[in-house]
């Protein structure tokens, strides 16, 4: 159990429109909706490169950094996934980093599994 996520009482400067939200300790902008599917990381990326929401189209799938410091942050409580990060993993050019948000354990697997994507930008 991560109890810093449990302690952490949102404040009202969470900025929040229909499709995005963004992220009080952070100031980055996330989409609200994740990718309704699951599809491989190249998928992912081009998904989140293609990605016109809020007015803005310059989105990007997260660092795992990032990601994982969305799930801290419980922004997105529901959320109980696996969602890709745009870094690269242990094996290379074969993987990439994985954020699962039941439990906000963070793996290293194999581009070509489905995963869903979250979007980022600034």
């Not at 449990?6 to 995005?20: A, F, G, P």
């Not at 990601?67 to 959320?79: C, D, I, Q, Y």
């Not at 990439?96 to 194999?110: H, P």
């Amino acid at each position: 159990m991560n109890i810093y996520k449990k302690e952490i009482v949102m404040s009202e400067q969470v900025i929040e429109q229909q499709d995005t939200i963004v992220d009080p300790f952070t100031g980055l902008m996330w989409q609200v909706e994740s990718s309704k599917e699951s599809m491989p990381w190249q998928e992912a990326m081009d998904y989140a490169s293609e990605l016109e929401l809020g007015g803005y189209n310059d989105w990007r799938l997260p660092t795992v950094e990032e990601l994982k410091m969305l799930w801290e942050h419980g922004l997105f409580p529901e959320a109980s996934s696996y969602y890709w990060s745009s870094s690269s993993g242990a094996n290379g050019t074969n993987g990439a980093w994985v954020v699962y948000f039941s439990n906000g354990y963070v793996y290293n697997d194999n581009r070509a599994y489905n995963y869903y994507a979250r979007c980022v930008r600034l």
